[in-house]
């Protein structure tokens, strides 16, 4: 069985700094593409950044220059090191990866599920 688990989330002052870490563990054949997202209270989930498996990276408007997204391919990891916070960060933070298991002939995604970080003002 396939898993994704978060870490690293915190309170954290404005300013500050919090460095996320999301490892796959399982089953697993092959990761593909890595990401995290996040979702505010009362808000949509929405695209923070992504990496493909081989290192190409995009980011959320509101976060270039600011956050930096790496992954570890021998670890099965994906990090977000978030640097500058400000309080509109604040929200909870999921892992995404596409997977291909070595139980499946078709890689699927999946979810972390989440950590939270809390930037206060």
């Known amino acids: 069985q396939v898993q994704l688990v978060e870490s690293g989330g915190g309170l954290v002052q404005a300013g500050g700094s919090l460095r996320l870490s999301c490892a796959a563990s399982g089953r697993i054949f092959s990761i593909g593409a890595m990401g995290w997202y996040r979702q505010a209270p009362g808000k949509q989930r929405d695209l923070v950044a992504s990496i493909t498996k081989g290192g190409r990276t995009n980011y959320a408007d509101s976060v270039k220059g600011r956050f930096t997204i790496s992954r570890d391919n021998v670890k099965n990891t994906v990090y977000l090191q978030m640097n500058s916070l400000k309080p509109e960060d604040t929200a909870v933070y999921y892992c995404?990866?596409?997977?291909?298991?070595?139980?499946?002939?078709?890689?699927?995604?999946?979810w972390g599920k989440g950590t939270l970080v809390t930037v206060s003002s």
């Open positions: 995404n990866a596409d997977i291909l298991s070595r139980q499946s002939y078709n890689s699927m995604e999946y």
